[in-house]
């Protein structure tokens, strides 16, 4: 059964600051999401990383993939209140084509002044 | 394009009454989803579809069914509601590898 970990669950961060979100997978799967969630809110796509060594950066966020480890990081860089919101990472089940996604429990990042 | 919209955005029900939750999506995307998501926890697929009139059980299927007659809709039925299914129960569609959400409906089960 496929189970994917993150940590920390919360963090707490000083503005300008830099820092790392883990998140591990159980078993082998072909596709990697991160997401981010603000609260009271819906989810938004942030990065799909699809094969080993996967590298995506999109501001001051950039995720990673190491498949033979079944690790992703999601880095943050000189953080930002705006930053703030908790961050999910999903992993296809790698049965077929059928999308089915299991989540992490979410990463909750304040960032504070 | 409106993206993928829900109602009702909240919704109060007692314990043995049903309900509909509507989901539409404007993109023509051919994979569809509902997922409940409780507090502090992840997502959890309840149903998901690949295409008008086929429809598949994710995790927790339970209390819980779908149809899909179009491409745009896939409703999701609750049943003698229960308690455990007090939710957020957010609504997703894809065609490739990103999904969309949509906004979410809240409910309490009483």
């Known amino acids: 059964e496929l189970k994917v970990e993150q940590n920390p669950l919360f963090l707490s961060m000083q503005e300008g600051k830099n820092y790392t979100i883990y998140c591990n997978y159980s078993t082998t799967s072909d596709r990697l999401y991160w997401y981010r969630q603000d609260p009271g809110k819906s989810l938004e796509s942030l990065f799909v990383l699809l094969s080993n060594g996967a590298v995506k950066q999109e501001g001051r966020l950039m995720a990673s993939l190491d498949t033979k480890a079944r690790l992703s990081t999601l880095h943050i860089t000189a953080a930002v209140h705006d930053l703030s919101a908790t961050y999910f990472c999903a992993v296809n089940n790698n049965a077929g084509n059928n999308r089915k996604l299991i989540w992490g429990l979410g990463t909750s990042l304040a960032v504070n002044p | 394009n409106a993206g993928v919209t829900q109602t009702p955005k909240f919704r109060i029900l007692k314990i043995g009454q049903s309900m509909t939750l509507q989901c539409t999506q404007d993109?023509?995307?051919?994979?569809m989803y509902w997922y409940r998501q409780d507090p502090g926890m992840g997502l959890k697929l309840i149903y998901y579809?690949?295409?008008?009139?086929?429809?598949d059980k994710g995790e927790v299927p339970n209390g819980y069914n779908v149809s899909r007659s179009t491409t745009e809709d896939f409703p999701l039925r609750l049943e003698l509601a229960a308690p455990s299914q007090t939710s957020v129960y957010f609504c997703a569609s894809s065609r490739g590898d990103t999904q969309y959400f949509g906004p979410g409906t809240r409910l309490t089960v009483l």
């Open positions: 993109m023509n995307h051919n994979y």
């Open positions: 579809s690949v295409g008008a009139g086929i429809t």
